[in-house]
């Protein structure tokens, strides 16, 4: 599908593909920033600021998907599938515990997943179905909320709930609106790293040049495969470059 029922005027603007790939860049950014640090000079620290853009941009486009993906079971488990798979690969190879962005994508699909469920129930009016798919969307939140308390996730649980947050309404500029209060959600959770996910705020302006196309090629498998793929050419640059 090509266009989406939200944003069909302004045409003027940046398409899906474009925002992806500028999510992408940044991504890269943060991620050299972070692998690097021990050897970058402090003056780049504006690569991790420019590097918060890249989540919140790759959540709303996550919420994107559930709502114009044939399967939605499918699209969950595909992100599931190759952020566990990834996650293995990095923990045997760094040690580092933290659950990746493909798994917390995962369980927001999940989350959106439940709640669609719900809509339906209600559409038809069956109260007891309803009510059943209430009790399992919000089972379901609570649990993500305590397994972000109980392990390393990336973005905790207000980068899990962003794109709910984002799929529920398609109206243009109320959409942003809760796209905003799920990144503040999302700053807010991240604790310590409060202060520097406050930069996350800056993808709310840039997803005003969101103008509803998705761009001319096809970009459906290209998170999955780009997101391991860099973080495993960083770190293997990193390891000839970095001296203990």
Same mark, same amino acid.
Not at 29 to 44: G, K, N, Q, T
């Given at each position: 599908?090509?266009?989406?029922?939200?944003?069909?005027?302004?045409?003027?603007?940046?398409?899906?593909?474009?925002?992806?790939?500028?999510?992408?860049?940044?991504?890269?950014?943060?991620?050299?920033?972070?692998?690097?640090?021990?050897?970058?000079?402090?003056?780049?620290?504006?690569?991790?600021?420019?590097?918060?853009?890249?989540?919140?941009? *790759?959540?709303?486009?996550?919420?994107?998907?559930?709502?114009?993906?044939?399967? %939605?079971?499918?699209?969950?488990?595909?992100?599931?599938? *190759?952020? %566990?798979?990834?996650?293995?690969?990095? @923990?045997?190879?760094?040690?580092?515990?933290?659950?990746?962005?493909?798994?917390?994508?995962?369980?927001?699909?999940?989350?959106?997943?439940?709640?669609?469920?719900?809509?339906?129930?209600?559409?038809?009016?069956?109260?007891?179905?309803?009510?059943?798919?209430?009790?399992? *969307?919000?089972?379901?939140?609570?649990?993500?909320?305590?397994?972000?308390?109980?392990?390393?996730?990336?973005?905790?649980?207000?980068?899990?709930?962003?794109?709910?947050?984002?799929?529920?309404?398609?109206?243009?500029?109320?959409?942003?609106?809760?796209?905003?209060?799920?990144? @503040?959600?999302?700053? *807010?959770?991240?604790?310590? @790293?409060?202060?520097?996910?406050?930069?996350?705020?800056?993808?709310?302006?840039?997803?005003?040049?969101?103008?509803?196309?998705?761009?001319?090629?096809?970009?459906?498998?290209?998170?999955?495969?780009?997101?391991?793929?860099?973080?495993?050419?960083? @770190?293997?640059?990193? %390891?000839?470059?970095?001296?203990?």
């Amino acid at each position: 599908m090509e266009k989406t029922v939200a944003f069909h005027e302004p045409k003027w603007g940046l398409s899906g593909n474009a925002l992806k790939i500028l999510a992408a860049f940044c991504m890269v950014c943060d991620h050299v920033a972070v692998i690097f640090e021990p050897v970058l000079p402090e003056s780049l620290i504006w690569l991790r600021y420019l590097g918060r853009l890249a989540y919140p941009i *790759f959540a709303f486009f996550i919420a994107e998907g559930c709502r114009y993906t044939r399967d %939605l079971a499918r699209y969950t488990g595909t992100l599931l599938f *190759f952020g %566990l798979l990834f996650h293995l690969v990095y @923990y045997f190879a760094t040690g580092d515990a933290t659950v990746n962005v493909l798994v917390s994508f995962a369980l927001g699909a999940g989350l959106i997943c439940l709640w669609k469920n719900f809509l339906f129930s209600a559409k038809k009016k069956k109260p007891l179905y309803s009510f059943v798919a209430l009790l399992l *969307f919000g089972g379901y939140a609570v649990l993500c909320y305590y397994l972000c308390e109980s392990v390393p996730v990336d973005y905790s649980f207000g980068g899990i709930i962003l794109p709910w947050l984002v799929y529920l309404t398609q109206k243009r500029w109320i959409r942003l609106a809760l796209f905003a209060v799920g990144i @503040y959600a999302m700053t *807010f959770w991240m604790g310590v @790293y409060a202060d520097l996910e406050t930069w996350a705020l800056c993808a709310v302006p840039v997803m005003t040049l969101y103008n509803g196309d998705r761009g001319v090629i096809k970009m459906k498998y290209f998170f999955y495969v780009f997101y391991p793929a860099h973080v495993a050419l960083i @770190y293997a640059i990193s %390891l000839l470059v970095i001296k203990d």
